[in-house]
Every structure is written in structure tokens, then in C-alpha cells.
């Protein structure tokens, strides 16, 4: 399992990113996908999960509304669309292979992740 994300960067509040995780080394359009992000100094937190067609999509509450995510099953890729950033959701968002409702075990397979960092 190979996942590698990108697309963090500084926002200001109310800002917008996009993360993309491009995923190999299993077959990507029978998984679930997820993200889940780490503040400093705090547990890993779950944020969306996606279905392996992308006809269903789970949010925690702190992002729903705000985050989208999808998937390319072409290019076995799953993007988070970012919206409306507040200073809460700066973390280290990483993409899984895993479908996820709220506990995030440490041990999860992730990749390197990519920071987020949300400042005026």
C-alpha cells in the first residue's frame, strides 16, 4: 500500500485548498477511502470516508458542510475539497485505506500527509 498526498499549503481563515492522495499498490476502486488529520500535541481525527464508487460519502461533524470529498477511480485518486477553513482545521491530513466512523486506530496505514496550515 503506497499512499501519497499533497495540495497542503497556508490559508487564511475562510479560505479554501484541495488535498489529492494518490493511492497504489492494491485495488483502489474495491476500497473505501479516508481522511483523517492530526493536530499538534492531539490524536489522529477522523474527517470523511468515501464508498469505493463514490455514490456515498460520510463527514464528521466539524467538517460537514464545509469539506467534499471524491474519488477517480481512472486515476486511483481521492481529493478533499476544503472550504471555509477555520483555525481549528489546521493539521496534518492524511489519506487511508479504510472505512472509518469516527475512531481512527494509531496504528492506521497512512501516507507521509501533508500540513494545512490555517493563519491570517
Known amino acids: 500500500v503506497q499512499l501519497v498526498e499533497s495540495g497542503g499549503g497556508l490559508v487564511q481563515p475562510g479560505g479554501s485548498l484541495k488535498l489529492s492522495c494518490v493511492a497504489s499498490g492494491f485495488t483502489f476502486s474495491d476500497s473505501w477511502m479516508s481522511w483523517v488529520r492530526q493536530a499538534p500535541g492531539k490524536g489522529l481525527e477522523w474527517v470523511t470516508s468515501i464508498a469505493p464508487d463514490g455514490g456515498r460519502a460520510e463527514y464528521a461533524d466539524s467538517v460537514n458542510g464545509r469539506f467534499a470529498v471524491s474519488r477517480d477511480n481512472a486515476e486511483n485518486t481521492v481529493v478533499l475539497q476544503m472550504n471555509s477553513l477555520k483555525s481549528e482545521d489546521a493539521a496534518r491530513y492524511y489519506c487511508?485505506?479504510?472505512?472509518?466512523?469516527?475512531?481512527?486506530?494509531?496504528?492506521?496505514?497512512r501516507g507521509q500527509g501533508t500540513q494545512v496550515t490555517v493563519s491570517s
Open positions: 487511508a485505506r479504510a472505512k472509518l466512523t469516527g475512531y481512527v486506530p494509531p496504528q492506521l496505514t
